[in-house]
Nanobody, 117 residues
Framework: QVQLVESGGGLVQTGGSLRLSCAAS????????MAWYRQAPGKQRELVAT???????NYADSVKGRFTISRDNAKNTVYLQMNSVKPEDTAVYYC???????????WGQGTQVTVSS
C-alpha cells in the first residue's frame, strides 16, 4: 500500500521557519519525482516546489528564495524547509509523488500550516 505520511505542520509567526516532512512507502522513492502543493480555502491547489529523482529542484515564484525542497533517499523522505514565512503561506500543504510513465500519482493527507500576522 502506498503511503505518504506528512509531519511538521503547525503554527508559526510571520518571518519564522517551519520544516515539513513526508515519509513515503510503497513506491520506488529514489526513482520518483516528488512535489509539494498547497491549497488555501476557496483557492485552487497550487504547485509549490518539485524535486526530481536526481535532485533538481523547481519553485513557484511566490516561494522562490524562501522555501527549499530536498530529499533523503536513504530515509524515503522529502522535506520542505519554509523560511521567512508570510501570512499568505497559510494553507494545507500536500506531499505528492509525481506520476511516471507506468506509475500513478499519490497524495499525502495534507498538513495545516498557519502563519500568524
Amino acid at each position: 500500500q502506498v503511503q505518504l505520511v506528512e509531519s511538521g505542520g503547525g503554527l508559526v509567526q510571520t518571518g519564522g521557519s517551519l520544516r515539513l516532512s513526508c515519509a513515503a512507502s510503497g513506491i520506488i522513492f529514489s526513482a520518483r519525482a516528488m512535489a509539494w502543493y498547497r491549497q488555501a480555502p476557496g483557492k485552487q491547489r497550487e504547485l509549490v516546489a518539485t524535486i526530481t529523482s536526481g535532485g533538481i529542484t523547481n519553485y513557484a515564484d511566490s516561494v522562490k528564495g524562501r522555501f527549499t525542497i530536498s530529499r533523503d533517499n536513504a530515509k524515503n523522505t522529502v522535506y520542505l524547509q519554509m523560511n521567512s514565512v508570510k501570512p499568505e503561506d497559510t494553507a494545507v500543504y500536500y506531499c505528492h509523488a509525481v506520476p511516471g510513465i507506468s506509475s500513478g500519482g499519490y497524495w499525502g493527507q495534507g498538513t495545516q500550516v498557519t502563519v500568524s500576522s
